[in-house]
């Protein structure tokens, strides 16, 4: 006899939240309801959003603040993190286009490589670099000037190809290679390092000196630097792809 009861009242209470019902004058019906539950749903959404929103803005300006009180540990630290998963990148994109197609463990060591010339060389040298760079010829307010022709031809023409035979020496070194075997790699893989190194940080160094703020130039640097860590993985290593 209990389940009739049931039925019934589950029945009537149905049929109350469909009905036209009025409390406190306000008329609540299917529609209603469905309202409320999308501008509640659109105001969570506004909320979550707000919410993800402060917390990047808090860690962009935590970033600032250590940049501001430790700017070399900082910007040594964002590129070892940075090095390091560009080389990640560059494995998977190694595995991708492999012909065998077989799955092969990520290299560990080799990422380490590169995530320590980020944390030991590549963000010192720059660091250093920009601040004598800037100290023997100051930054101007115009970003098209002279000044900043003169620099992005000391930057790529005088800095870069020094930089790059350190990048092969000191990656190779941390790898155990010799010397002899390093200098075998640079004269095979130099030049056409060099000219990709143009193609890409001719145009990225105008942008750096003209409109990045001094304090964000080494930061600026190593996103660039993600994708150039990525072929600079892919080229240093392709000889240890055919010994395998």
Not at 119 to 139: E, M, R, S, T
Request: charge should be negative; include cysteine.
């Amino acid at each position: 006899m209990k389940v009739p009861s049931i039925l019934c009242s589950s029945l009537w209470l149905l049929v109350g939240c469909l009905s036209i019902e009025r409390s406190n004058g306000f008329v609540v019906t299917p529609s209603t309801t469905r309202d409320h539950i999308s501008t509640k749903a659109t105001t969570t959404a506004t909320r979550l959003q707000n919410d993800l929103g402060g917390g990047i803005q808090e860690a962009w300006n935590a970033y600032n603040d250590v940049l501001v009180s430790a700017p070399l540990l900082t910007k040594s630290v964002t590129a070892s993190i940075i090095l390091g998963s560009a080389d990640i990148a560059g494995q998977a994109l190694e595995n991708y286009n492999a012909k065998d197609k077989e799955d092969k463990d990520l290299d560990i060591g080799r990422t380490v490589r590169f995530a320590i010339f980020g944390l030991v060389l590549q963000a010192p040298w720059n660091h250093f670099y920009y601040k004598l760079l800037d100290g023997a010829i100051p930054p101007t307010d115009d970003p098209f000037t002279p000044t900043t022709g003169i620099k992005v031809v000391i930057d790529q023409f005088v800095q870069a190809p020094i930089f790059t035979v350190l990048i092969f020496g000191f990656l190779g070194f941390l790898e155990g290679k010799n010397t002899q075997t390093i200098q075998k790699q640079l004269d095979e893989d130099y030049v056409d390092t060099m000219v990709a190194n143009w193609k890409l940080w001719v145009p990225a160094t105008v942008v750096n000196i003209a409109f990045v703020p001094p304090i964000f130039r080494v930061l600026y640097l190593n996103c660039v630097f993600f994708f150039w860590s990525i072929f600079l993985s892919l080229k240093l290593n392709k000889e240890e792809e055919v010994d395998a």
